[in-house]
Nanobody, 122 residues
Framework: QVQLEESGGGSVQAGGSLTLSCVAS?????MGWFRQAPGKEREGVAG??????TVYADSVKGRFTISLDNAENTYLQMNSLQPEDTAMYFC????????????????????WGQGTQVTVSS
């Protein structure tokens, strides 16, 4: 059972930056970041595959960057934060499958962290 732990959330003003971190208990090839705001469905924010290919939600393109270091730590650099980015952010991990690429679909990720809160004030 893969365990994931997020950190780095907090409160910032609009235009600010935060970097979220996710530590996995073991190597997993596919990682993703998701978020869920109160009263809204969970949405995929960014995904990365073992070859470093990435995918982003349109709402965060050009502002957020997902990255890996030693394949057990995943990061989400968030710049130019806006109030609409306020949400609980979750790290998720997915297993290898032939032909699979970076994904924003929650069904591709069987392992989830507990989440870290990001609050952006105007």
């Amino acid at each position: 059972q893969v365990q994931l732990e997020e950190s780095g959330g907090g409160s910032v003003q609009a235009g600010g930056s935060l970097t979220l971190s996710c530590v996995a208990s073991e190597y997993v090839p596919y990682m993703g970041w998701f978020r869920q705001a109160p009263g809204k469905e969970r949405e995929g924010v960014a995904g990365i595959d073992p070859d470093g290919r990435t995918v982003y939600a349109d709402s965060v393109k050009g502002r957020f960057t997902i990255s890996l270091d030693n394949a057990e730590n995943t990061y989400l650099q968030m710049n130019s934060l806006q109030p609409e980015d306020t949400a609980m952010y979750f790290c998720a991990a997915g297993l290898w499958r032939l032909g699979r690429r970076a994904s924003l679909s929650s069904t591709d990720f069987p392992y989830w962290g507990q989440g870290t809160q990001v609050t952006v004030s105007s």
